[in-house]
């Protein structure tokens, strides 16, 4: 059996190659290369007749011709004859799909580089996902979710832009409640993946519907089913460089499934100047996704005080947030620290961002100058411990 699957293997890496000459059926079988050519050629002419029968005649017989026939059925989808061009793009995909289905199959079973090599996107997928078994599943998954979308993913540019606004639209049609029971996993990994291509420009509502649906329920299953699944490190590189779809919403997605790619949106967000709900949305990211490294990526903020909220407090002196409590607050939870020693209140929890939204803040500006001169002493006396030190010094320094 692995004998007959090598063998076969070569016929789909032939398949493949637009130049080759390709298996052919037994009435061709006898046939030189020239006359195999020359035989789908006056068949590709004969779609074009006046009379259906002799078109129809043509479209059977090329079918039975095969790989055979694609070189030439290839060259008349761009055919000036209306006619002859839409029947020979009909009978190459047909052909192409059949063929790619079987090759598809093996692939996943085999692994073999030379096969993926010519599998239309593998060699951009692996790059981007990885190449063992949990890659190669999810990969053959979107050739049979989308296979008009994933055929293209070798050409790019405006023809896989037009497909897959054609095939995300009918998912924006839709009413919103009902898509989670439309669009698979693998579905959603077809965009994503599209969306990665930086010569395919997508629409602003495919961009969005495509961050819309990551939150429903069958999407959550499959990224939460496994820590290290090919659909995650996929996510993940979304998350990071599909700089066309919102920071916001790839943040959101990060805090939502923890992935630590979410930081780079986020300080993205921050390093241009974004404000409100946004901005502190994008520190608390940084605090539960990051780590110590990015203390200095939050320090500028401690001099921002633009209110975020303010929450009047019968007796009580009124407690605003600013943006510069938000970032004291994460970097206190970055370094380890307790904020209630920095004069914060006790800070809710919440399941999806660091801290409760609206809840970092002070009552007074005397006890937020106090807390963050407090910090930048701590940080003075960090430095000044991390310093080189002789062998004669004194063990247990914290650095």
């Known amino acids: 059996m692995r004998r007959e699957l090598k063998l076969c293997g070569g016929l789909w890496i032939a398949l493949f190659a637009p130049c080759s000459l390709q298996h052919v059926s037994p009435a061709e079988d006898l ?9 789908a050629e006056q068949l590709i002419d004969q779609l074009g007749a006046s009379s259906y029968r002799l078109r129809e005649e043509a479209v059977f017989q090329l079918k039975e011709m095969g790989p055979a026939a694609l070189p030439s059925l290839r060259d008349a989808s761009r055919h000036g004859d209306l006619e002859i061009r839409y029947r ?3 009978l190459r995909d047909a052909i192409e799909q059949i063929a790619q289905n079987r090759a598809l199959t093996e ?24 190449n063992d078994l949990s890659a190669r599943k999810l990969f053959v998954e979107m050739h049979e979710a989308e296979p008009a979308v994933m055929r293209l993913t070798e050409r790019s540019g405006v023809e ?6 054609q095939s995300n639209s009918r998912f924006r049609r839709g009413n919103r409640r009902n898509v989670a029971s439309r669009m698979s996993p693998a579905t959603l990994a077809v965009f994503m993946f599209v969306m990665l291509d930086p010569t395919c420009d997508l629409s602003i509502g495919t961009r969005s519907m495509t961050a819309a649906v990551i939150g429903q329920t069958q999407i959550a299953a499959a990224v939460s089913q ?3 699944s090919a659909i995650r490190r996929l996510m993940s590189t979304w998350i990071a460089q599909a700089d066309d779809v919102s920071p916001t919403q790839r943040i959101s997605v990060a805090m939502r499934y923890s992935f630590d790619s ?5 300080l993205q967000l921050i390093q241009t100047g974004a404000r409100g709900s ?3 949305n994008a520190i608390q990211a940084v605090g539960k996704l990051g780590g110590p490294e990015h203390l200095d990526d939050l320090s500028a903020l401690l001099g921002d005080a633009t209110e975020i909220s303010t929450n009047p407090r019968k007796g009580r002196a009124t407690f605003t947030s600013q943006v ?28 999806k961002y660091l801290f409760q939204p609206n809840t970092v803040g002070f009552e007074s500006d005397e006890v937020r100058e106090q807390a963050i001169a407090q910090w930048r002493l701590w940080i003075r006396v960090q430095r000044a411990q991390s310093l080189d030190v002789d062998a004669t010094a004194v063990e247990g320094v914290l650095l």
């Open 262 to 266: 979410g930081v780079e949106p986020a």
């Open 107 to 130: 692939f996943l079973a085999t692994g073999d580089p030379a096969l993926g090599n010519v599998i239309p996107g593998w060699r951009r997928f692996s790059d981007i996902v990885g």
């Open 31 to 39: 046939l030189l290369p020239d006359e195999v050519s020359l035989r």
């Open 324 to 351: 510069r409590d938000v970032a004291l607050a994460v970097m206190l939870h970055l370094s380890g620290q307790d904020p209630t020693d920095y004069g914060f209140a006790a800070l809710p929890y919440h399941n």
């Open 226 to 228: 496994s820590h290290d």
């Open 160 to 165: 896989l832009q037009a497909v897959t606004e």
């Open 278 to 280: 946004h901005l502190q």
């Open 88 to 90: 020979a793009r009909k």
